[in-house]
């Protein structure tokens, strides 16, 4: 996410890393850097000269920060304050008092991805608010926009209204028999799914505000696509004259392409970003968290996001073993294999090791990762046989052999992976000695509720 700009942040800050005070003319020619920088990601160039002016002002002065900071601490202490300052609302990501059912509303233009993001957001409702969700195929317009969202909602076993496009048929009267639906079916939130336009023009305003008077949505989010840029910001300022937008909703955020519409929109709109499409997979929506992003703009990591994601994707007494046969050395390769499954669910591997602090500077070899390894390895794994797997110490060479030809690859291959293995397996094992190995299933719990570092979300719809 945004790693071109990660990339000259941290180029700026190593100026400051150097011994002794920068002079004032090189302070302003990091400054400069920095604005070019913005400007390559498409952020606005006022809002680029703006912070660079504001950064500026906070460098001035020897102790801004009290004695002891060096220059590059003070460096990314005045980058991530104004960093996060213009990219943060007070205005929450969900409507602070809605009806019931919640009715939100997605609006935007064609190909910003509202239909793949309705269902998106139908996942995030259910994963965090333990949310019964209704989605809402609107979108009468677009060839076979109905039935991508019904495909949608069946592999996602969420709900889904439709109707077939026919004659006399309008986007207000479908919206008003879902919300009928939501209401009857005792559904905690309906999410309307609108037609898009390649560009903005009468017809589709008047029909989204048909849609919005008929449901009376509690929020209207306009769905951006953040590779399109300044676009992205110039359709939000035509939208929000026209429709009460609650927050904004950008899609496309793994892509690196101009995608300093997330930094600028804020400011040049006044309207907040609530949400950010990350990736293509449905858990692939993340609540909007300025800090946190500004945090991964400069190579500062995402712990908490990483920490959410892995929750995401192992429940905890699933952890609890997994810590237990960790600290005590006790690996095999069926363990191999749902670490890999949960990395999936997590997302693709660039996308876990992008959240570690540190990883900008190695992006050029993160690109070179492919995440078709796994199904490489998983291929050799499942080419053993049950009793190879839980002790891979008896794969001598003729069973290598065997291994090798059931998967389609080279021995070479397999002694790769039973070398890295055997060599993990005695990592593991030291590091269980070091935490002390033989703790009870009881301790280990609570070792493993420390660890995660955050609590389940608050909040959110009873449980049925």
Excluded at 49 to 63: E, M, W
Aim: charged share 25%; hydrophobic share 40%; with cysteine.
């Amino acid at each position: 996410m945004l790693e071109n700009l990660t990339q000259s942040f941290g180029r700026v800050i190593d100026r400051f890393r150097g011994p002794g005070k920068l002079s004032e003319a090189e302070v302003q020619d990091a400054l400069r850097a920095v604005r070019r920088a913005l400007l390559e990601a498409d952020v606005h160039f006022k809002v680029a000269k703006d912070f660079t002016k504001r950064v500026g002002v906070a460098l001035a002065g020897d102790d801004k920060l009290g004695g002891g900071v060096s220059g590059a601490q003070q460096a990314i202490h005045a980058f991530h304050h104004e960093l996060a300052g213009m990219m943060k609302s007070e205005v929450p990501a969900l409507p602070a008092n809605p009806g019931h059912p919640m009715v939100l509303l997605l609006a935007g233009l064609q190909g910003a991805g509202k239909t793949t993001t309705a269902a998106k957001l139908a996942v995030w409702l259910r994963k965090r608010k333990n949310a019964k969700v209704l989605l809402a195929a609107c979108d009468l317009q677009r060839p076979a926009a109905v039935e991508q969202l019904q495909t949608l909602g069946r592999q996602l076993d969420v709900d889904v209204h439709a109707q077939m496009p026919r004659p006399g048929l309008t986007p207000q009267q479908v919206a008003a028999d879902a919300l009928a639906q939501a209401r009857s079916g005792r559904f905690d939130v309906l999410i309307v799914d609108s037609a898009g336009r390649l560009h903005i023009d009468v017809d589709l305003m008047d029909e989204i505000s048909g849609v919005a008077t008929a449901v009376e949505p509690d929020a209207t989010y306009l769905v951006l696509d953040a590779m399109t840029g300044q676009d992205a910001v110039e359709s939000a300022t035509a939208f929000a004259a026209q429709l009460d937008l609650h927050g904004l909703i950008l899609t496309k955020m793994d892509g690196d392409a101009r995608g300093g519409a997330a930094l600028s929109v804020r400011e040049v709109t006044g309207k907040p970003v609530c949400f950010l499409g990350v990736g293509e997979t449905p858990g692939d929506l993340e609540e909007f968290d300025a800090e946190r992003l500004a945090g991964r703009i400069l190579d500062m990591g995402d712990v908490v996001g990483l920490v959410e994601s892995v929750q995401d994707a192992v429940t905890e007494e699933q952890g609890v073993e997994d810590y237990a046969r960790m600290m005590q050395g006790r690996l095999s390769m069926n363990d191999l294999l749902a670490q890999f499954k949960m990395i999936r669910k997590m997302g693709s591997l660039k996308k876990v090791v992008g959240m570690m602090p540190g990883m900008g500077k190695m992006s050029g070899l993160l690109d070179q990762v492919d995440d078709r390894q796994f199904g490489r390895i998983e291929a050799i794994v499942l080419s053993m046989t049950v009793l190879e797997r839980i002790h891979p110490e008896v794969i001598d060479g003729s069973r290598r052999k065997r291994i090798a030809r059931g998967c389609g690859q080279e021995v070479s291959a397999v002694n790769q992976l039973l070398r890295s293995f055997r060599e993990m397996q005695k990592q593991m094992k030291s590091v269980g000695r070091m935490l002390g190995g033989g703790r009870s299933k009881k301790r280990l719990l609570k070792q493993f509720g420390r660890s995660s570092g955050i609590k389940n979300l608050p909040g959110g719809f009873p449980r049925r």
